[in-house]
């Protein structure tokens, strides 16, 4: 099976903070993304990957960035954590288009 | 904009019951995804929808999905306390590799 691994499921970080989220993979897949999800928002793209070093914007890119120097993992940044970043991330891979995702087990980041 | 809508939001039903769970979506898309979440658990993969009319079925949950009316049905049947969770729907968003999710349906079964 494949497994999709987030470092964390806690996190609480302060204000200003710089925090970072990483992802691996372990199946050799193409594509990784972030999500976030919020209670009456469902989820919400941030930031993709197609491959190693590149990267697409999502749905709500801003106060973010990551980096994927490997093809198994996609890290996220908050450069400047704020409290409305506080949420549950969720990291997913798949190999292609066609296929679904796999989803991490989730971070849930507290931003006090 | 590709926009996703599932209704309803909160389903609770008794156990034995049918229902169905519907998902409707803005612009044409080429592919349809249904995934389950547990509470403070991550989503699981159900179903992929790939094609008009394709039909999938695990124990008793069915998807199916009409391109043309832009929707796809979660059908559950004689349902069990176990299937209680969040369902979601997403749509891939034509030549992009994004995926659209719905608001999700919490959905609750009680005896």
């Known amino acids: 099976d494949v497994k999709v691994t987030q470092s964390s499921r806690y996190l609480v970080k302060r204000t200003g903070e710089k925090v970072f989220l990483e992802c691996v993979q372990d199946?050799?897949?193409?594509?990784m993304f972030w999500y976030r999800q919020d209670p009456g928002l469902g989820l919400r793209l941030i930031y993709f990957s197609y491959d190693v070093k590149m990267k697409e914007k999502g749905d709500i890119p801003e106060g973010y960035s990551v980096s994927r120097e490997k093809k198994e993992r996609f890290s996220l940044i908050l450069e400047s954590a704020s409290t409305n970043q506080t949420s549950m991330y969720l990291c997913?891979?798949?190999?292609?288009?066609?296929?679904?995702?796999?989803f991490g087990s989730g971070t849930r980041l507290t931003v006090v | 904009e590709l926009k996703v809508e599932q209704n309803p939001l909160f389903l609770s039903m008794q156990e034995g019951k049918n229902y169905t769970i519907y998902c409707n979506y803005s612009t044409t898309s080429d592919r349809l995804y249904w995934y389950r979440q547990d509470p403070g658990k991550s989503l699981e993969s159900l179903f992929v929808?790939?094609?008009?009319?394709a039909v999938k079925q695990e124990g008793r949950l069915m998807a199916s999905l009409d391109t043309k009316a832009r929707l796809s049905t979660l059908h559950i049947t004689a349902a069990v306390h176990d299937l209680s969770a969040t369902y979601f729907c997403a749509v891939g968003s034509m030549g992009t590799d994004k995926l659209i999710f719905g608001t999700g349906t919490r959905l609750q079964v009680f005896p």
């Open positions: 929808l790939l094609s008009n009319g």
């Open positions: 997913a891979s798949r190999p292609g288009q066609m296929y679904g995702y796999t």
């Open positions: 199946m050799d897949h193409e594509n």
